[in-house]
């Protein structure tokens, strides 16, 4: 991911943090449950595009889909960059980790897989 996309989720979470969310709570938590919602709104758009609600029919676009699911990736970014200050650093690994494990690069010596547990 560029650096722009990092800067504007920093900006992004100071603009919540000056906005008082503390004072509802715990921020890291209303963060990460803030992914549910917008999880929320991904699924009524794929609805919407399928026509899957007779009440509502053909309600969304896949247009509406990519917005909602580029707002449940900020949501989660922001999530993350609460809750460490390195987020761009722990992605990175993350995704290299799944990379490697889709290739079944398996340490025999230890029985895990990328040097971690197969449970995750």
Do not use: C, Y
Request: proline fraction near 2%.
């Amino acid at each position: 991911m560029d650096g722009a996309t990092w800067d504007g989720v920093h900006k992004l979470r100071d603009w919540l943090d000056r906005e008082g969310q503390a004072a509802a709570g715990d921020v890291r938590l209303l963060r990460v449950l803030k992914i549910g919602e917008e999880f929320g709104e991904a699924a009524e758009a794929i609805t919407g595009v399928l026509g899957a609600n007779p009440r509502k029919g053909n309600s969304h676009d896949w247009q509406d889909v990519e917005k909602e699911l580029s707002d449940v990736i900020v949501t989660a970014m922001v999530a993350l960059a609460t809750i460490t200050t390195d987020a761009a650093k722990v992605l990175d690994e993350r995704v290299e980790h799944l990379i490697v494990r889709t290739r079944g690069d398996e340490l025999p010596e230890t029985g895990t897989r990328d040097g971690v547990r197969s449970s995750e």
